[in-house]
């Protein structure tokens, strides 16, 4: 009964183009993922830096790896390779602390 009340009225068809529309907006929201993705590096796979790259880096000193305090920046285009690419059975130091 509530319908033909709405449709008496003229409401009806707005009320359906709307949740039409609001249905379409999610079902597009949803399928897009909100513009980010997640991609799976292999660890055979060195990969380059992009632009605006800063992180903590691990520096040799004095034989030993040693994570910075501050972020660094890293400069565009640098590779960056996973640890099978290098033969090195050195500890990571964080911060004194034995990792």
């Not at 359906?16 to 529309?21: K, M, Q, S």
């Not at 994570?67 to 911060?95: A, M, Q």
């Amino acid at each position: 009964m509530h319908y033909l009340r709405e449709l008496k009225q003229g409401r009806l068809p707005l009320m359906l183009i709307w949740i039409v529309t609001a249905f379409v907006v999610l079902v597009l929201g949803l399928m897009s993922g909100c513009g980010s993705r997640t991609v799976f590096i292999p660890e055979d796979s060195p990969i380059r830096m992009g632009p605006n790259v800063q992180a903590r880096v691990y520096t040799l000193q004095q034989g030993q790896w040693i994570l910075s305090n501050n972020h660094v920046k890293i400069p565009e285009g640098w590779y960056c390779v996973p640890p099978s690419f290098v033969s090195d059975n050195r500890e990571l130091i964080n911060e004194g602390k034995t990792k």
